[in-house]
């Protein structure tokens, strides 16, 4: 009996560390690696942050993991894009993981697109002919000037779980925008070569980029978002790509490489291959690397075609 109850006084206190380490930090999963560094610089000391992507994937088919679920399970907060770009993982990883804090429309559900202006809005929705992007283009990652837009979303989800650290979440905002503010001038000038050139990708990954940097998003290999090509559909776009005279074929590099290099081949494109996350290439281990590592590779194809 006695050592029964020293077992359960054991137990009880390695609940109660248990809880007290939990509680000590604010546990919080972002989608992608690009929104775990902006929770991780917004946080602070304050929060552990994971990512459920590592940043090599496609962001439409992120492989569900068990482990994505227990991480849920413990999540104070969960930090999207929104927009549905994590609509084949997320929805269904949110029910295995039955935490009431983070479902949709909850106060730990933190949709970053809140104040991004966004894209390609389609006039109606059709999803019954498979488009990914039912809410417009969510692919606005990769525009720093859209990503500053998401850290202001992205903290105001934090104070709205977490009022008593508000002053360390807009102090911390604060170094973000600034930061921002400082590489958005820097890319804007180094971009210069790149604008009024055309570019076709693969998905239609590339937009906010092009949109930022004064680029020409004229076509994608796939028909429409999510889905494949044709052959009829490749001459065509073969044959206005050499009407239109497109600079680059972008393949995002989740996707097969063969068909990209065909189509450059033939329309005297060049191909640039490009990460759309952050770690998608190894040179990416930050937001800042990802942006420097995309645009100089369009300006390496730009200006080695001159
Ligand atoms: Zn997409």
């Known amino acids: 009996m006695k050592?029964?109850?020293?077992?359960?006084?054991?137990?009880?206190?390695?609940?109660a560390g248990g809880v007290g380490v939990a509680a000590a930090k604010i546990n919080a999963v972002a989608t992608i690696p690009d929104l775990a560094e902006l929770t991780r610089r917004i946080g602070g000391d304050l929060v552990n942050v994971s990512s459920l992507a590592t940043g090599v994937e496609d962001i439409h088919a992120v492989p569900m993991k068990p482990s994505f679920a227990v991480l849920l399970n413990r999540a104070d907060v969960v930090v999207l894009l929104g927009l549905e770009p994590e609509h084949a993982f997320l929805p269904g990883l949110l029910e295995a993981a039955r935490n009431p804090k983070i479902l949709r429309d909850a106060p730990g559900y933190i949709d970053c697109s809140t104040y991004v202006s966004v894209l390609e809005v389609p006039t109606r929705l059709d999803r019954a002919l498979g488009d990914q992007h039912p809410m417009g283009n969510p692919h606005y990652n990769l525009d720093p000037v859209a990503m500053k837009e998401a850290a202001r979303a992205l903290t105001d989800g934090l104070i709205r779980n977490f009022p008593e650290d508000e002053s360390t979440f807009k102090t911390n905002?604060?170094?973000?925008?600034?930061?921002?503010?400082t590489n958005i001038a820097r890319w804007e000038r180094e971009a210069a070569p790149l604008k009024g050139k055309k570019i076709v990708s693969y998905h239609p990954d590339m937009v906010y980029f092009a949109d930022r940097f004064g680029m020409d998003p004229v076509a994608t290999i796939e028909i429409r978002a999510g889905i494949d090509p044709t052959p009829s559909h490749i001459e065509e776009l073969i044959d206005r790509m050499r009407r239109e005279k497109v600079d680059i074929v972008v393949r995002?590099?989740?996707y097969?490489?063969?068909?990209?290099?065909?189509?450059a081949q033939r329309t005297g494109a060049k191909l640039v291959e490009l990460p759309v996350m952050v770690d998608g290439v190894p040179e990416a281990t930050t937001y800042v690397g990802l942006i420097d590592y995309n645009l100089q590779a369009m300006l390496k194809a730009v200006q080695g075609g001159a």
């Open 3 to 15: 050592k029964l109850m020293q077992l359960f006084c054991m137990l009880a206190v390695f609940i």
């Open 252 to 254: 995002e590099r989740h």
């Open 256 to 263: 097969p490489a063969g068909l990209a290099e065909t189509i």
């Open 173 to 181: 905002l604060a170094a973000v925008e600034a930061d921002f503010d």
